[in-house]
């Protein structure tokens, strides 16, 4: 089973663990290598910083990032959208096909589907209204709902902003690892097509008696995506506005983000790159993505989206923005500069990894068909951003963006 989901690491170099922050969390902890199963769980594997590998070349920087792209579509990956930044000096670059039916090449143009990079979104429109004092991060989130919406969720009065944010709110992940009746529903679904799944049918899942709290809030850190739809309904609830509306006023129009937007509500699947996989193991039941779908490639690779209205539309505000890489170095360079907030102690995280060669910040979101990296390195001031239309295919985003990381560090000096 594929599970998207968004991972926030602050790696060091001289240490081949993996030091996982994730969405905001303080706590820095260790977690194993663990081998991507089927439909790619992107984010999990990495290399440390002492780990990355020389691109051993005398290429110029230019002619480096491009031929890593054109190597990881040589390997599989149908079509790559890419961006790297040394100080002031940048290079955008594409690969492969946006379309392999039409035989369509990709450049910076088309929307990538962004899965859990949504989340920062998510989380900058949050920080945004604390700013205004429209709310705050030790609020509880029941207080800024309509009335019973966490009710039959246990502890669902004690959960607040902050533990929404740092996935320390105990709340079932409903697309996680315990999320096989979301993905049977989804998928068996007549309707899956053109179905628009509220937020209060996601949250659903978290309620459900089987489905019990992973620990009381702020006891541990557990991934959640359903944590991320209670604030998008906070943040409609509060904001009186619908959340793409919300990211919008407060992301897109102010960042010049005209490709970004969420499928489903500001676009559909027609208007997005299509996503591709190759199926593997547990994909191929009926109750899949793949069902009833022919290949494109002689591989077996997978058109997922084409002849739908929506894919990723269910992902909401945890995971269905959509943009080309131009539009998301915008976002990046505002949440580098300060102006929007992505991760808890964003100021202090940055300046002590500015101390540390070799540490970078890596956020990842992936499902299927889709995969999406930013690394930021502020020892070097670095930034990789790598959208893939595809999973299970060539290499994974992750392990093209580190590539990029590597050639930029050894690149000349601007």
Known sequence: MNRDRLSVRQTAGGSDALRMMTAGSPEVRTIRHRTPGAGVLIGLAAFGGAALFSTGNAKSPDQSYQGIIDDAVARGVPGLQAYVRKGETRWSGTSGLSSVEKSSAMDLTPRMRLASLTKMMTYATIMDFVKQGRLRLPDRAATLLPPGTLDGIPFGGEITVTQLLDHTSGLHNFNGEDGRDFFADLFSDPQRGTRRWTAR?????????????????GARMSYSSTGYIVLEMILENVGGKPFPQLFREHLFDPLGMTSAGVEGADFGAGEIADSYALAHGDALRSASPFAARKPVRPDGLVNLSTGLDHYNAWARAAGAVSANVEDLVKFMDAVQA?????????????????????????????????????????????TVIVLSNASNTGPPSPDIAKRLLVAAREAPQP
Request: aromatic content about 14%; overall charge positive.
């Open 201 to 217: 049918e996601l949250l659903a899942y978290a309620i459900k008696p089987q489905h019990r709290p992973t620990g009381r809030p």
């Open 338 to 382: 300060g102006r929007y907030t992505v991760l808890r102690d964003q100021a202090a995280e940055f300046a002590r990894s500015k101390l540390k060669p070799n540490s970078y910040f890596d956020w990842n979101g992936g499902s299927w068909g889709i995969q999406a990296t930013i690394l930021f390195e502020p020892f070097r001031d670095l």
